[in-house]
């Protein structure tokens, strides 16, 4: 069975290992979280026992149907772009793709374009 992120202790250093630039620790609503270029990246609910994900809510209401045993919504993510994964149910590969794509989109497009240059 795959290893898979249990809590946000495990998650956050799952995150750092990732080793990209500009990530930054941050208190928001005195919750520990990470961010990336100043924007909210990696954190855990407030609310629930899971992971917080940017989804569109396509894709969202798609994981759900598909899976609903791993990803959920609490009334409080609704209106965002957002999709919670249960502690437990965090597979590695998912979560590295989903916080690379999410560094990506946080980056401004100049550094994107240095930084893709330097790591071809």
């Known amino acids: 069975m795959t290893k898979v992120i249990r809590d946000w202790a495990e998650l956050k250093a799952f995150a750092l290992a990732l080793g990209l630039p500009e990530i930054t620790h941050a208190t928001p609503w005195g919750h520990e979280a990470l961010k990336a270029f100043g924007k909210m990246w990696c954190y855990w609910s407030y609310y629930e026992d899971g992971a917080v994900f940017k989804a569109s809510l396509d894709e969202r209401e798609m994981l759900m149907a598909a ?11 609704a209106p965002y772009h957002l999709v919670l994964v249960r502690a437990g149910r965090i597979e590695p590969a998912w979560a590295r793709a989903r916080l690379v794509q999410q560094w990506r989109d946080a980056a401004p497009k100049r550094f994107l374009k240095d930084w893709d240059a330097r790591h071809d």
């Open 67 to 77: 899976d609903p045993e791993t990803f959920f919504l609490h009334p409080h993510y």
